[in-house]
């Protein structure tokens, strides 16, 4: 498994405010996505997560009937990538909020995120809250353009998010409903796309904004070691990052939402934190059996 990648001079740590970037080149011969990808720290740290697996189709937190009025219901998706009217189709269960965590289109074309954007208007949630994923190009306002793999270069539209009118966008803020709070990032650790933010010291100062006091982490990526293996050429690996994890365990939001790693949709506690991976496409972006994720969360303040 291990391939000596972690001894290559562009391992090295880079900073989204430096211009040191990873060269995924140099890495073409390991066929790993992420050259990145952190399975040997997992192997070293898995001993001492706790990891209870849940049916995702199952209600999170269900109140009884006559306790429903003190909750909030939120149902969660994640990567739909242009196919949302499919899945609206099969049946997204109403709720007081809807979230989606990221990879609603494929490349950022602006057409497909009017056509995003309308079909979430028809959707019935009070509240719809939208965190950019990897496949929004244009949404990142300091993403090294350079970097980007080529087939997306030239790809997207800038600001896109401003398109969004159906929804409060979150990145890097917060939203609060009825005393909840909800924050959305899309750091990940994945080279040569938007949102790419380098492991170590510039990922630990990204989620270091999380709020202490945050309810409902949503990120597009998942923490380390939490549904987040994902099978390429090379074989498994780790997508998810560490330093997400490290803050994820410090404060202990009550649910944190992710997709990014299509194959890996579920649902796991640690007895803290519930972790909810909402993809709903599966592998090359197909349509299978992934349904909306329902947990309910209860109210802090009536508004
Ligand atoms: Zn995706």
Redesign the pocket.
Known sequence: MTTGYRSCACSSQSTRSQEKSPNPQCHANTSRIDPYCENETWECIKESKVQKALDPLKPINEPTPADRDKFLKVVCI??T?EQLDKFKERGIPDGDILIHA??FVNQGNSEKIEQFNQILGTLPHRTKIVVA???ELGFDPIEKIEMRNLSDVGQGTKDGYKLLTNAHYLQENFLVVNGVKFYGASNHPLPSYPFYTARGQEMQYAWSKIPANTDVLITHTPPLGYMDTFTSNWGPERWGCKDLLTVVERIKPKFHVF??V?EQYGVQSNGNTYFINA?Q?EKN?TVGNHMPIVFYIEKKSKE
Request: charged share 15%.
């Open positions: 994640s990567d990538h990221g990879d994923g990897n496949h997709g990014h299509h993809a496409c972006n």
